[in-house]
């Protein structure tokens, strides 16, 4: 089982930043992209249907025909995504879109365009360790990919086979 | 003068004649009465009226139509009629029937106590007198007599028979014989001058006083105590009051001052001062009581001389109430004018402030526009320097070809939809079985699995691979932005461009089609419907038209899904307008942005600049306004219109 | 996490081949015996055959979880071996309870305790605190770093489980190494963690499960050892095979003028709860070293503490929830087959296939720490020593050995086990950080571990006959 990464984002350019700037996780979990809702619920399926777990959504605020928080407000009643954490990526959220996805979408995090690659990798990293975390899963496969420190607190429990 | 009695039912057959007294052939009195009553006025009246009018009877009041309708020639001054069974309203709505008889006098005689039948008469001021019968012989005559003397003067002054009768000035030639009535009759002056003499008779004579213009005869709240009788100027009646002298009455004073002052036994009311210079008499309180006691028959002249101060003074009032009610009406037409025009200026006042502010917007815009086109473009050419110059570096390099065309196609490569790319992802990932590595070659470009193997098997070539096609990819972002920026930086500029002079005897419809191609790559699958009408050549900008028309189609397009329908309509209202219709049947707008759609903000929409909602349709009105025409748009389920009306005369000066 | 969202689907994992495999075999297995008379096995020997080869295809496929196979093992025996068996009329048979008694089994209730207090000591930070305290004198130098970062991870995996005593050092380590240059000091330095927690897990018998599993082999032996007892037998194995990784590890990976510096700074909790756990914990080791001294056995001593911190409520019903239970039943698992092996007489017949006679006794020892360690390599370190120990015990029976040397010698053998990521928890931690390549792990586990078996097999019942321990 892979931790699966959903980049939401309509503009390539932006897109195509984001995937860049996170290349680092590329070989622990399985980064995915879309530029619009219809095909981050294809992804959302395809991850599924690989075994997967979506941990966690990046996604732009604004997108065709929808916004980026409806979606993940969407998110929260599909049982195989209501657990993702997400990050809203965004320039410009008003302040009721942003508490809507606070309220509604249990929004975790939300980053400003442009973004400091640095914070962002470590955001994400962050996200993916509470998301494991929060499920309980096993962090070594993934490990590179979280804040392993804090991925330990979940071996301390484990006990020896 | 006491004549017995006549009864009512004296006289019959001569009224079954008709009977006749002398009189002008055509002028005739009508009696409507009851056969032997009528005989019996009919005698009475031609005492009256010999050699004025004939005397005709009738027994009701159709007789009396029928019997005028016969001879139409008949003047009728005078009609008595007798109270009988009928009322009298009934019986003169049935005379009304004639035009002859409507402008008759009417005397009523009647023996009852109560009249409930004459509203209409008297309403309608057709009642002369009404005379209680019996009556004493000779009343009838001397009433019709000088009725018909009225009459005459009213109406038929130029007869000489009338001329006989009646004053120059339409009065009867006969004095009143009482001495109130006669003195009413007279001048003011000529009563005041007869009261005076009537009192010098009594007090021996009295002082004229001569007073020049300007001395206050009576003072306001001062006690009365005398009298000025004026026998030559005018006086003229004012009121203190907090914003000044009130003048209430000139020319109503009167020829007596101090008259009413003294009737009321109090202070005066009025300040009455002399307009000109003026002659008078003064009497004292005291004076004139004399006077009065010693000849009572001066209390006739002063009644007179008071009825017609009084008359004067209220009419006076009536006119100034009259008057009083059309300035209010006046005044409240106006007060609605004012609050209209209040409304009007503060709507205006509220546009201003709203020109004012997207002025600003402009200007600031403009500015923002003008700082950023330097950077944009240095920006812009910086691209293309680094692509060169990168491409000149790796043609040193021993792989330089490969990174070199693997730089290029990364550059060049075409926007996919990241369903395709997942697609080749995948295909990739079966293909390697690691999907790590194929995520990183997939990112390097590297889409065969061949050439993925190959690659895997060198992963100093991978290392280069991956970098130059990382340069390639970044490069076409940044080229992408900055592309974005300077149309970006273009509209904003557009946006408060300064104009030159508007151009006469332009097409529109080769502005649109001039616009249409501009804009043909975007239009892919969309269909297009032109319903071009006769459009009269008109004076605009024709520039500044053309970007209205990109921006209302690209607005349009923006609405639509990768197919859908614009319609073009065109056409002329009227003779001085010409209008366009742009019309998609993509997305409505939402409801709550419908007002604010034509204030400018700014949008992207994947990755290029949409005029959408945003600066376009800012710049469509700011365009449209400039123009003299006005722009609307109007958006349900089914789509969008944008209708644009121009004056055909073109910007106003 | 939230209340409105929908509750996630639960997944169950998809079988690989070799579990199935293994299921299907497990099943094969456990049918042969009952269905085939075989010669010299009474029809108990036969059955207990039927479930030990069941447990060994199942722990050594891990077709269904590990602990999943100790309730197994527990349930077959009931089911089969008890007085309540389906099917009777094979003699008497021991009551069912004495099978369920493997689940509080002395041991597990010495385990018990031992996982109270290790889960107490991270609850109130004292691992790390204990580790920050006994690093400073080892600093200065990176090597010496290491030894103490050795040293304090051995220390604490004496009395924490492996895997959280690994867990809580890469928690401190971790940060430290991102520090490092990539390179073979980070390899190093991440090696010797596992390597560390691993060989310190002999040191007493809470430190892993094969020591209580061994433990409760040999209880049910009648040949009890105590704590102390235990700790004298292991320690200086232990120290010795510390030295040589630390030697081994430092000398391959870590240059002298390595810039690493592993100080950490200590915040011991202070509140009552804290002190009240330090002094229980102190007082339960003292107790537990001193029980030649009161005689009080270690089992009961290890029970003090779980009545201790539960009745001072500092530790709650949520710490007993999280114990390690599965570890627990894994154990009792073990200590109920190795029981049903010797009470069903299949013992003698498994030791009857082969006369162990003919080889000397030096090599025998070798070979079975050699499986052991072989075995424990490519499955659980505690299905191994549940699967050999009895075996290794039945096999005394017959040698000119103490079965104390025996069952301990398997039992430490079954630690020394750390070629592979997926040989113990710790490495599989160390591996995880990506830190240490598999070649890495292999090279220093075989080394190391080589190292240790044959110090084991061949050098340690000579000196703990010389040391009259036996």
């Given at each position: 089982m892979r931790l699966a990464l959903l980049i939401l984002e309509d503009e390539r350019a932006v897109r195509e930043a984001l995937r860049r700037d996170l290349a680092p996780f590329a070989s622990h979990i399985r980064l995915e992209e879309a530029e619009d809702v219809e095909t981050a619920r294809d992804v959302i399926t395809e991850i599924d249907a690989d075994g997967d777990?979506?941990?966690l959504v990046l996604a732009d605020h604004r997108l065709p025909g929808t916004s980026g928080v409806d979606f993940l407000i969407s998110l929260r009643t599909d049982e195989r995504a209501s657990m993702a954490r997400t990050i809203l990526v965004t320039g410009q959220a008003d302040q009721e879109d942003t508490i809507r996805a606070i309220n509604e979408a249990q929004l975790d995090r939300y980053v400003a365009k442009p973004w400091q690659p640095e914070l962002l990798c470590q955001m994400v990293r962050e996200q993916l360790t509470d998301y494991v975390v929060s499920r309980r899963l096993d962090p070594l496969p993934h490990l590179p990919a979280l804040d392993a420190a804090a991925a330990m607190t979940l071996l301390q429990d484990r006990g020896d086979f | 003068m006491t004549a017995p009695a006549s009864p009512l039912d004296g006289c019959g057959r001569r009224d079954e004649r008709n009977a006749e007294v002398a009189g002008p052939p055509w002028c005739h009195a009508l009696v409507i009465a009851p056969p032997p009553l009528a005989a019996t006025i009919a005698e009475d009246l031609a005492r009256g009226l010999s050699g004025l009018l004939a005397v005709t009877c009738t027994p009701d009041a159709e007789a009396a139509v029928s019997r005028i309708a016969a001879a139409p020639d008949w003047i009728v001054p005078l009609i008595l009629m007798v109270a009988t069974e009928v009322p009298i309203d009934d019986q003169l709505r049935i005379l009304d029937q004639e035009p002859a008889l409507r402008t008759a006098s009417l005397l009523l005689l009647t023996d009852r106590a109560w009249h409930e039948d004459v509203t209409l008469a008297v309403d309608q001021n057709r009642l002369q007198a009404v005379i209680h019968a019996p009556w004493t012989t000779g009343t009838l005559a001397w009433l019709a007599r000088a009725q018909v003397t009225r009459w005459l003067g009213a109406n038929r002054p130029q007869d000489p028979q009338t001329q006989q009768l009646v004053a120059p000035d339409g009065r009867p030639m006969a004095p009143p014989e009482s001495d109130l009535l006669r003195l009413l009759e007279l001048e003011t002056m000529d009563v005041a001058t007869q009261l005076l003499a009537g009192v010098e008779r009594v007090l021996g004579p009295c002082a004229r006083l001569r007073l020049p213009a300007g001395t206050r005869l009576i003072q306001e709240g001062v006690d009365v105590d005398a009298v000025l009788v004026v026998l030559k100027g005018r006086v003229a009646l004012d009121r203190a009051a907090p914003s000044g002298?009130?003048?209430?009455h000139h020319d109503s004073t009167g020829a007596v001052v101090g008259l009413l002052s003294l009737a009321r036994q109090q202070r005066a009311f009025f300040t009455a001062r002399a307009t000109t210079e003026v002659e008078v008499v003064h009497l004292s309180f005291e004076q004139l009581d004399r006077a009065l006691a010693v000849d009572p028959s001066l209390g006739a002249a002063m009644a007179a001389v008071s009825i017609r101060a009084l008359a004067n003074r209220l009419q006076r009032a009536d006119q100034l109430q009259i008057e009083k009610t059309r300035l209010n009406q006046a005044l409240e037409r106006e007060r609605q004018e004012l609050s209209r025009t209040l409304h009007q200026l503060e709507q205006a006042r509220l546009e201003l402030v709203e020109q004012a502010r997207f002025a600003m917007l402009g200007e600031l815009a403009a500015g923002i526009a003008h700082e950023l086109n330097n950077p944009v473009a240095a920006m812009l050419r910086a691209t293309t320097y680094v692509g060169e110059d990168l491409e000149r570096v790796l043609a040193s390099h021993p792989q330089g070809a490969l990174a070199r065309s693997v730089f290029e196609a990364e550059r060049e490569r075409a926007p996919r939809s990241t369903r395709e790319e997942r697609a080749i992802r995948r295909h990739l990932e079966q293909a390697l079985g690691d999907p790590a590595l194929a995520q990183r070659l997939f990112e390097a470009g590297i889409e065969e699995p061949e050439r993925a193997r190959a690659l895997t098997a060198d992963p100093a070539r991978l290392e280069l691979v991956e970098a130059a096609a990382g340069i390639g990819s970044a490069l076409r972002n940044l080229e992408v932005a900055s592309r974005r920026m300077c149309e970006l930086v273009t509209s904003l500029r557009t946006y408060s461009r300064p104009k030159g002079q508007p151009v006469s005897g332009i097409d529109l419809h080769a502005g649109i089609e001039d616009s249409l191609r501009l804009i043909a790559h975007r239009l892919g699958r969309v269909e297009l419907e032109r319903h071009y009408g006769e459009l009269p050549t008109i004076r605009c900008h024709p520039g500044e038209l053309g970007e209205l028309w990109t921006n209302l189609l690209a607005n349009a397009l923006d609405a639509l899904d990768e197919t859908g329908r614009i319609r073009l309509i065109t056409d002329a209202p009227t003779p001085q307008a010409v209008r366009v219709r742009v019309q998609d049947n993509g997305r409505a707008i939402d409801p709550a942005i419908l007002p604010r759609v034509f204030e400018p903000r700014f949008t992207t929409k994947q990755g290029a600049v949409r005029y959408g909602l945003g600066l376009g349709l800012a710049i469509a009105r700011r365009i449209v306004e400039a123009h003299g025409g006005t722009i609307d748009l109007t958006s349900a389920t089914g789509g969008t219109q944008v209708t644009v009306v121009l004056p055909v005369a073109g910007p106003p000066d | 996490m939230t209340t409105s969202s929908v509750r996630p689907r639960v997944a169950l994992p998809s079988l690989t081949l070799v579990q199935r495999l293994g299921l299907l075999a497990g099943v094969v297995a456990f049918i042969i015996p009952l269905a085939i008379d075989i010669p010299g096995l009474e029809p108990a020997g036969e059955r207990m055959l039927a479930i030990f080869l069941l447990a060994i295809l199942l722990w050594v496929t891990e077709a269904i979880p590990l602990y999943a196979t100790a309730t197994l093992v527990i349930l077959l025996q009931v089911l089969?071996?008890?007085?309540?068996?389906?099917?009777?009329?094979?003699g008497p048979l021991p009551p069912a309870a004495s099978y369920f008694a493997a689940l509080a089994n002395p041991v597990i209730i010495l385990f018990l305790g031992g996982f109270l207090i290790a889960d107490g000591a991270h609850k109130y930070g004292l691992d790390r605190n204990l580790a920050a305290v006994l690093l400073r004198p080892f600093a200065g130098n990176a090597r010496r770093s290491v030894l103490g970062l050795m040293a304090i991870t051995a220390l604490l995996s004496m009395f924490v489980s492996n895997t959280a005593t690994a867990a809580t050092m890469f928690a401190v380590v971790i940060p430290i190494l991102a520090a490092l240059p990539t390179g073979p000091a980070r390899t190093g330095v991440a090696l010797a963690i596992p390597v560390a927690a691993n060989v310190g897990g002999i040191g007493t018998p809470v430190g892993s499960p094969p020591n209580a599993i061994a433990l409760g082999a040999l209880e049910a032996q009648g040949q009890g050892v105590s704590f102390i007892g235990w700790m004298f037998l292991a320690v200086p194995l232990m120290l010795v095979v510390l030295l040589f990784a630390w030697w081994f590890l430092t000398r391959r990976y870590i240059k002298a003028d390595t810039p690493l510096v592993l100080e950490l700074s200590a915040n011991f909790d202070r509140s009552p709860a804290a002190i009240i756990f330090y002094v229980i914990a102190g007082s339960t080791v003292l107790l537990w070293l001193t029980e030649p001294l009161h005689g009080i056995s270690s089992s009961t001593v290890g029970f003090i503490p779980v009545v201790a911190l539960l009745a001072t409520q500092v530790m709650s019903a949520d710490d007993l929830r999280r114990l390690q239970w599965p570890v627990l039943w894994l154990v009792a698992g073990g200590i109920a087959l190795g029981a049903g092996i010797g009470n069903s007489g299949l013992d003698a017949w498994l030791i009857g296939l082969l006369s162990w006679d003919a080889l000397p006794l030096a090599l025998l020892l070798l070979l079975l720490v050699g499986v052991s360690v072989g075995l424990s390599t490519v499955i659980s370190n505690s299905a191994t020593a549940n699967l050999l120990v009895p075996l290794a015990l039945s096999l005394a029976i017959g040698l000119p050995i103490d079965p104390t040397a025996v069952g301990v010698m398997v039992a430490l053998a079954c630690s020394l086990?750390?070629?592979?990521?997926?040989?113990t928890p710790p490495n599989a931690v160390a591996y995880a950080t990506g830190e240490v390549p598999t070649s890495a792990m292999a090279l220093s586990g075989f080394v190391i571990g080589g190292f240790g078996a044959l110090l084991l097999a061949l050098a340690m019942p000579s000196l703990w006959g010389a040391l009259g321990l036996l």
């Open positions: 777990q979506l941990a | 002298d009130l003048r209430l | 089969m071996l008890s007085d309540q068996a389906l099917v009777g009329g094979i086990a750390m070629a592979l990521p997926i040989s």
